[in-house]
């Protein structure tokens, strides 16, 4: 499995970017999904899961009610609208999805200026 994210970029505080995780090598619409971070000199840390459906979906308190999952198995692709964003959102964002063992992507890097 193969997991490419985009999005990623710079954005003043206040503002909007939404990522996108493209999954490729098997279909991971039977799976849960999830994004994870890393801020510089921080340990990865989780933001978001989303269940396989979509029915469920699980937030980072720290981002509950600015930041959405979503995903469209149709496309194998994962999403994640950010808004609201403040400087301490900085970090680099990466897809997830634990499929046997843990499949990460290359990471989008979001930098939020105050």
């Known amino acids: 499995v193969q997991l490419v994210e985009s999005g990623g970029g710079l954005v003043q505080a206040g503002g909007s970017l939404r990522l996108s995780c493209v999954a490729s090598g098997r279909t991971v619409s039977s799976y849960a999904m999830g994004w994870f971070r890393q801020a510089p000199g921080k340990e990865r840390e989780f933001v978001a899961r989303?269940?396989?459906?979509?029915?469920?979906?699980i937030y980072a308190d720290s981002v509950k009610g600015r930041f959405t999952i979503s995903r469209d198995n149709a496309k194998n692709t994962v999403y994640l609208q950010m808004a609201s964003l403040k400087p301490e959102d900085t970090a680099v964002y990466y897809c997830?999805?634990?499929?046997?063992?843990?499949?990460w992507g290359q990471g989008t890097q979001v930098t939020v200026s105050s």
């Open positions: 989303i269940s396989r459906s979509s029915a469920s979906t």
């Open positions: 997830h999805a634990r499929i046997g063992i843990d499949y």
